[in-house]
T-cell receptor, first 113, second 113 residues
Framework: EAGVAQSPRYKIIEKRQSVAFWCNPI?????LYWYQQILGQGPKLLIQ????????DSQLPKDRFSAERLKGVDSTLKIQPAKLEDSAVYLC???????????FGPGTRLLVL | AQTVTQSQPEMSVQEAETVTLSCTYD???????LFWYKQPPSRQMILVIR????KQQNATENRFSVNFQKAAKSFSLKISDSQLGDAAMYFC??????????WGAGTKLIIKP
């Protein structure tokens, strides 16, 4: 069974530029999560999807971050414009059911200069 | 408050020996899931073991086992026969009522050869 796929693995941009991350969850997993993880900290949930609907985006900085999950499968997370403090690893995870074990992709390391 | 506490920022163990990582949490619920995740330097989050609170039997996965004390709200991870590949950050997490994960701050495990 293929795991959660994410791309790109690394991205370096300058502040005020835009960037997009892609995630493909495990086949059949209805729930998809985007996390931001700053070095030395645990993951922080940005947004949770159930199929193609948003369950929780209370911690998503909506003035600059957006996410979508068209057709309830792949998802993209966008940052526009990026700030220095957005430098982090962005993790995508999926689970078969809400509250079930979450399986993570390899993450995207973002560096904003 | 829904919190997960890992009181050991860093632990070290000699290769082939046993180490226990501690985790405590706060909850008023009677049924919930608990997880231990491992994050090596590659930053990919890997599910190590899970425990369902209604099950009294401690979960075991090969060299990894938990000591789940429901009344004490304690969920420690025991790693037997430690190997160099076990070196990583270990995060304890609990599912809360909205099916999201509450994460501990992590414990860095160092394996001494």
């Amino acid at each position: 069974e293929a795991g959660v796929a994410q791309s790109p693995r690394y991205k370096i941009i300058e502040k005020r530029q835009s960037v997009a991350f892609w995630c493909n969850p495990i086949s059949g997993h209805a729930t998809l999560y985007w996390y931001q993880q700053i070095l030395g900290q645990g993951p922080k949930l940005l947004i949770q999807f159930q199929n193609n609907g948003v369950v929780d985006d209370s911690q998503l900085p909506k003035d600059r971050f957006s996410a979508e999950r068209l057709k309830g499968v792949d998802s993209t997370l966008k940052i526009q414009p990026a700030k220095l403090e957005d430098s982090a690893v962005y993790l995508c995870a999926s689970s078969l059911t809400p509250g079930g074990p979450q399986y993570f992709g390899p993450g995207t390391r973002l560096l904003v200069l | 408050a829904q919190t997960v506490t890992q009181s050991q920022p860093e632990m070290s163990v000699q290769e082939a020996e046993t180490v226990t990582l501690s985790c405590t949490y706060d909850t008023s619920e009677s049924d919930y899931y608990l997880f231990w995740y491992k994050q090596p330097p590659s930053r990919q989050m890997i599910l190590v073991i899970r425990q369902e609170a209604y099950k009294q039997q401690n979960a075991t996965e090969n060299r990894f086992s938990v000591n789940f004390q429901k009344a004490a709200k304690s969920f420690s991870l025991k790693i037997s026969d430690s190997q160099l590949g076990d070196a990583a950050m270990y995060f304890c997490a609990r599912v809360v009522s909205n099916y999201q994960l509450i994460w501990g701050a992590g414990t860095k495990l160092i394996i001494k050869p």
